[in-house]
């Protein structure tokens, strides 16, 4: 196991709330799948997502800052050039962790999460790894 992979499964296992930012509603799309999948797993997933009031259940939020509870993790569902903005407000909340999904890289972001001093993790998947890590271990 790499450390990476290491802190990714202490992460995992510490976390109870994640909060999808940019969870869609549509069933095929793969933020909802991997919310699906947080939740069967025994996470309580926060959408974020300003276009919708309600997603798989649970009320949406138009912002990370208009949640009303801790978060342990943000994972983001976005472009790239979008995200930084997002990032910012996240360090705001101080979540253990902050999960760029697959295909998404943005160094800045990293910097500013990793200079707050929280964990960031950009180009993975949440479902796999945690299917990897946890779920099969």
Partial sequence: MTSQETKEKEVLEQSKVIAVVGLSPDEDKPSNIVAQYLISHGYKVIPVNPGHGNILGQKSYKTLSDIPENV????????????????????????????????IINEEAKRLAEDNGITFFMDRCIKIEHSKLIAHG
């Fill in 72 to 103: 342990d993790i943000v994972d983001i569902f976005m472009r790239a050039e979008l995200l930084l903005p997002v990032v910012e407000e996240a360090v705001r909340i101080r979540p253990k962790c902050i999960w760029l999904q697959l295909g």
